[in-house]
């Protein structure tokens, strides 16, 4: 399965990839970690279509003693090694694993797992307004603007459109109900873009 760096997808982990444990717990042993249904089908896919991913996902639970980083480990191994069976390929996972309160730049909706994902494939910054991320949180959607991602929400996990309306400053580019139907949207976007730019008309929104 080959790889083009042109062409990459950020995503939340816990609601977008996993099943959302709830408000205000964690993930914090492997036989908690349940992938969203169609999940997995949806990675296989951007891996197929040649999309470099990446997870950013913040993880205070670990900066706050509530489970160790062992443990953090042991989850990830257990999400990578199903994504690998599924035929899928995720580039590299961030965590912030910091309290909320130590003003650290991976902490979305701060950038710098993001900005270390594109030094990683060679892009700079500015790059970062061809891709898409993807997440279930006020806190991924303002992540991914401040970043000049494309944004997309998915109603998978903790948040829901009744959040969007009532408390949100920012508005993501895309509403759907899962990382299927957003995986959907980047694959089908991606496919005009390209038929667009092969009839020489300029990328338009």
């Given amino acids: 399965m080959s790889q083009n760096h042109n062409k990459i997808v950020f995503l939340d982990r816990d609601g977008v990839i996993n099943e959302f444990p709830g408000d205000g717990n964690y993930v914090t042993r492997v036989k908690d970690f349940h992938f969203i249904p169609g999940a997995l089908e949806a990675l296989k896919r951007l891996t197929d279509?040649?999309?470099?991913?990446?997870?950013?996902?913040?993880?205070?639970?670990v900066g706050k003693g509530v489970y160790s980083q062992d443990k953090l480990k042991r989850i990830t191994r257990k999400m990578m090694?199903?994504?690998?069976?599924?035929?899928?390929?995720?580039?590299k996972v961030y965590y912030c694993t910091h309290r909320s309160d130590a003003g650290c730049d991976c902490r979305k909706p701060e950038i710098g797992s993001v900005k270390k994902a594109l030094s990683l494939?060679?892009?700079?910054?500015?790059f970062a307004k061809k891709t898409y991320f993807v997440g279930d949180?006020?806190?991924?959607?303002?992540?991914g603007k401040k970043a000049g991602c494309q944004t997309i929400f998915v109603l998978s996990g903790r948040e829901t459109r009744e959040?969007?309306?009532?408390k949100w400053n920012v508005k993501p580019?895309?509403?759907?109900?899962d990382l299927k139907a957003a995986t959907k949207i980047i694959i089908d976007e991606n496919s005009r873009h390209s038929h667009l730019r092969g009839r020489g008309a300029s990328k338009s929104r």
């Fill in 173 to 177: 580019d895309y509403i759907v109900s």
């Fill in 137 to 143: 949180t006020k806190t991924d959607i303002e992540a």
């Fill in 163 to 166: 959040h969007i309306r009532r």
């Fill in 81 to 91: 090694d199903g994504v690998k069976k599924a035929g899928a390929r995720i580039q």
């Fill in 121 to 126: 494939v060679n892009k700079p910054k500015s």
């Fill in 49 to 61: 279509n040649g999309y470099t991913i990446f997870v950013v996902s913040n993880q205070a639970g």
